[in-house]
């Protein structure tokens, strides 16, 4: 397989990541090592099935992927001004008060359940906070924006859900679903003898 033809959509996690020969908790294959881009061709249930840059292919336990941010549209145009982060941070804190409020009635009994999803609808709030980095969502410009000191730029963009109240609800657990990750002291749910598969081996 030729590197055009390779579009990673995800990487494993930090710890790693076993993988199945099929579908199946009871047919355990190799391990794959930690932050390995793979590509997902296809699922079922929380299965899914991931291809490798060097064309190996096994399933693994969707759940435990980490989605790649899809390149924002426009995002070849020359660099624009450098948006200034503040005014986006005071919506951010306003709409954070707001719905601190709104829970603090809904605990205290001065509103009931359907007032609070009322007035609710449609308050999203997005920021992740790590030291000197930050993203942030701008629901003005429908993108995350990343924020490193006061240095902004385009993270990703996003779309409005379709439902505001929460979405689909989870389907629920099925006998072929993947095990859970074990504990971080319990041996991996595989063979011993299997090895580490990594870009470029078989």
Known sequence: MSDDEFR???VTPLDGLPTWAAPDPAEPSA????????????SEGDWARVLCANGWAAWVD?????ALPERPPGATRPIARTPDPRPLLARIERALGT???LVEQLADGAIDLETFRARSSGLRIGVVVDGESAWLLDLEHDRWWYCHDTQVQTFAT??????????AT???STPNSPPKPPA??????ISRTSSPVQAGER
Do not use: F, K, N, S
């Open 8 to 10: 990673p959509t995800h």
């Open 31 to 42: 391990w794959l090592d930690a932050l390995l881009p793979v590509q997902v061709i296809g």
């Open 62 to 66: 969707g759940r435990l992927l980490v």
């Open 99 to 101: 719905y601190r409020q």
């Open 158 to 167: 996003v779309e409005a859900p379709a439902d505001v109240h929460g979405g």
């Open 170 to 172: 989870p389907e629920p």
């Open 184 to 189: 971080a002291a319990a041996p991996p749910p």
